[in-house]
């Protein structure tokens, strides 16, 4: 079952725009990370947060966690032609073995030039 | 290894036939888990690997799935009298202690015909 779900879907900016998107899941978690995909294959870790940190930054994304929401949001500033991927949350349950992730649907951006 | 390490990058398999898909973890990593991914989808988990030993084995579909782990190195999934509905992208992913991101391979993709 997928514990993240995030919100929109789907996302359509111009390139230099900022594009945020969404992710709420259900149960205590110990962190949350953020993992893009390219073309349908393998996933990139871009940043985990954990659940007694609120927000956090690298170079052009800035993760927000709420944990009395149960939610987080990603933020990409100055979007590129490059960022076009699908993104997707990952919750760390705290109940779960070992470092088992569970992911959400992924949210489809297209950055247009 | 560098990095995650999946073969076949692509197999195309006729219904009913056995399949085996082949996982190399970064060196050193102890965790290994395999997911799957249908097409537009979010990832679906597995199984889950500390060392050798298989902590949570929850999400294999059916008995047809089986997976192991040898040396505390490579894993092999094994999927046996395959069913079209067994299509979908493999991703197998390491990482290296509980806190850590995932680092994921390119992944298999598995169609059945």
């Known amino acids: 079952s997928q514990q993240g779900e995030e919100d929109p879907q789907a996302l359509s900016i111009q390139e230099g725009e900022n594009a945020t998107m969404n992710c709420s899941y259900k149960?205590?978690?110990?962190?949350l990370q953020w993992y893009r995909q390219n073309s349908g294959r393998g996933l990139v870790h871009l940043i985990l947060?954990?659940?007694?940190?609120r927000e956090k930054h690298s170079g052009r994304l800035r993760v927000t966690l709420d944990t009395s929401k149960k939610s987080s949001s990603l933020l990409i500033t100055a979007s590129r032609a490059a960022d076009t991927a699908s993104y997707f949350c990952a919750t760390d349950d705290i109940k779960a073995a070992g470092n088992k992730l569970t992911f959400g649907g992924g949210t489809r951006v297209l950055v247009k030039p | 290894g560098a990095g995650v390490s999946q073969s076949p990058s692509n197999k195309v398999t006729e219904k009913g036939k056995d399949v085996e898909l082949r996982c190399d973890p970064i060196?050193?990593?102890?965790?290994l888990y395999w997911y799957r991914q249908s097409l537009g989808q979010g990832l679906e988990f597995l199984i889950y690997?500390?060392?050798?030993?298989?902590?949570?084995k929850s999400g294999l579909p059916s008995d047809r799935f089986s997976a192991e782990r040898t040396g505390g190195s490579v894993s092999t999934l094994t999927i046996q009298r395959t069913q079209q509905e067994d299509s979908a992208v493999y991703l197998c992913?390491?990482?290296?202690?509980?806190?850590?991101?995932?680092?994921f391979g390119s992944g298999t993709r598995l169609t059945v015909v």
């Open positions: 992913a390491s990482s290296l202690d509980r806190g850590s991101g995932y680092t």
């Open positions: 947060i954990r659940s007694n940190e």
């Open positions: 690997f500390q060392g050798n030993s298989a902590p949570d």
């Open positions: 060196s050193g990593h102890t965790a």
């Open positions: 149960t205590s978690i110990n962190n």
